[in-house]
């Protein structure tokens, strides 16, 4: 038996998210039939997150066990070549020890958000940002975003599904950046709340067209109540950026 790790991108366009579900189309399910199909294993996919329907990856990482005997490269572009027609791409597969483990050893997760800040509808990236036609002090967006980093009671930016434990959460960062009409946030944490990021993002969405302020936002953050979210952001504009390992 050989673990593989994967390092994985896809467009969360055509998939119900990353995990198995009953109800439709998964980047798990579609990953794991094609191992199956090259070694007639049934296996499991192990990923570091789970993303949400309609949800990018830029980077997400896996793990898979084969019993077959076949190389690293084989096998990534075995999955590649089964995959054809869907949206996943993997951009790497490496031989890894037993122990290793995508989402238990996993001690960061990095999160990119996309806002195309224009009036002119998407064209060419429908599906994959957000788009707010009224302007947008990115500037302002970055100065609140700052109240929301570090060891916090997550508990308004966080889904009435959510299965984490505990809503207290440590962000090591959380910036906003603006490239012309692109605004980006860029977050990072060991562990994110369901829904965190996108709840983060369309509060700081209002701060940028001045419907909220920094106050406002502090005073969300601090009443620990999902009835005072602001916005939540579609997923759209949501990318898994990559996971981090000691290694």
């Not at 191992?35 to 990856?57: M, N």
């Not at 994959?128 to 060891?151: E, F, N, S």
């Not at 969405?205 to 579609?234: C, F, H, I, T, Y």
Request: with cysteine.
């Amino acid at each position: 038996m050989t673990r593989f790790r994967l390092t994985i991108e896809y467009d969360g366009t055509p998939y119900m998210g990353w995990q198995r579900q009953p109800h439709g189309p998964s980047v798990q399910q579609a990953i794991e039939e094609a191992c199956q199909a090259i070694t007639g294993e049934d296996v499991l996919v192990y990923g570091a997150g789970r993303t949400d329907s309609g949800v990018h990856a830029l980077a997400m990482a896996a793990h898979v066990d084969i019993e077959k005997d076949i190389d690293a490269f084989r096998l990534g572009e075995a999955i590649n070549a089964k995959l054809r027609g869907e949206a996943i791409a993997i951009l790497d597969c490496l031989e890894v020890g037993d122990e290793w483990h995508a989402r238990f050893d996993c001690i960061g997760r990095r999160y990119l958000y996309r806002i195309v800040n224009r009036r002119a509808p998407l064209a060419l990236e429908q599906g994959r940002a957000w788009r707010i036609p009224q302007p947008l002090d990115a500037a302002q967006m970055d100065t609140a975003a700052q109240l929301l980093v570090g060891k916090h009671d997550f508990t308004t930016f966080r889904s009435a599904h959510c299965q984490s434990e505990s809503p207290v959460k440590t962000l090591s960062a959380l910036n906003v950046e603006r490239d012309g009409e692109i605004v980006t946030v860029i977050a990072a944490a060991r562990s994110f709340l369901h829904h965190q990021v996108r709840s983060m993002v369309g509060c700081l969405a209002l701060v940028g067209m001045g419907r909220w302020s920094a106050d406002d936002l502090k005073d969300a953050l601090e009443a620990a109540d999902r009835n005072r979210l602001g916005l939540n952001a579609p997923p759209d504009g949501l990318y898994f950026v990559g996971a981090d390992y000691a290694d």
